[in-house]
């Protein structure tokens, strides 16, 4: 397993840096959680993680080795990134899409392999969309689309899978269905996993590590019982809560009780 690393990472977009100086260690083998109020950095770190975004200071490492050492092909074989609200091209069918994935493990003029075939079909049954195979994607539930786009990242077999917001625009029910996808492929294939979570209780219910953010830089990281405390949902948040056990998982969950009177937020 490959670990990610940031190492006195400044990441921004021309302007004033959103993210200074940030050093983190993400564990391999684990499923990590950012979290932070809203302009706090999780996004742009996200996008530094995965070469997106060029860092204007420090450096990202993968396995030891600084990301932009990296041919594109290269590091697309490691590591697999599914962006916020993705597009989907029109008229293309859940086989098609989730075959997508195969394309840097492909030459340029050559067919999908058997090696393919088998990759697409796994992905394909480890989020439970084989049934959907024939569908057009743009015919899908929220859930169900984002089930067949974690199939595709699935299917490009890297160790490293990062998600932005994968439960954006979802109901509670699809935004489960789509958590526990992502449990059972860390648990089951052993995959990274670092995703931006808005809702606290989901992170602490299906990460094994969380980063805590604010004001682009790193305030906590560890188990949610060590990062979900009420002095820290005070100082990053502003907000004044009571922590409790999850009475179904007997993990942290907050239950928020008033903003605290004095909060400021990035943009």
Not at 34 to 45: A, D, E, H, M
Not at 93 to 110: D, I, K, N, Y
Not at 209 to 224: I, N, P
Request: net charge negative; hydrophobic share 45%.
């Amino acid at each position: 397993m490959h670990t990610l690393e940031a190492r006195e990472l400044t990441l921004g977009y021309g302007g004033a840096p959103i993210v200074t100086d940030l050093s983190l260690e993400l564990p391999a083998g684990a499923v990590t959680a950012l979290i932070g109020p809203n302009g706090c950095g999780k996004s742009t770190l996200l996008r530094g993680l995965s070469r997106l975004l060029r860092p204007a200071g420090g450096q990202v490492l993968l396995g030891g080795r600084d990301l932009q050492d990296f041919s594109a092909r290269e590091l697309a074989r490691r590591l697999g990134l599914l962006p916020q609200a993705p597009i989907t091209p029109g008229g293309i069918t859940v086989g098609e899409l989730v075959a997508l994935g195969r394309a840097p493990h492909q030459g340029w003029f050559s067919r999908s392999s058997t090696e393919d075939r088998r990759a697409v079909e796994a992905a394909l049954e480890a989020t439970g969309t084989s049934a959907l195979r024939e569908r057009l994607v743009d015919e899908l539930s929220g859930g169900q689309r984002q089930r067949v786009w974690i199939a595709m990242a699935l299917a490009q077999d890297t160790g490293v899978l990062l998600l932005d917001e994968p439960t954006t625009f979802l109901d509670l029910a699809h935004a489960l269905e789509v958590l526990e996808v992502i449990r059972h492929l860390n648990r089951e294939k052993g995959v990274t996993v670092v995703m931006v979570l808005h809702d606290l209780n989901l992170a602490a219910r299906y990460a094994q590590h969380l980063v805590l953010m604010a004001d682009g830089s790193v305030t906590s990281a560890g188990g949610a019982a060590d990062v979900l405390t009420e002095a820290h949902l005070a100082s990053s948040f502003g907000l004044r809560a009571r922590v409790v056990a999850d009475p179904v998982t007997a993990t942290p969950m907050v239950v928020p009780i008033e903003p605290t009177p004095v909060h400021t937020e990035m943009t």
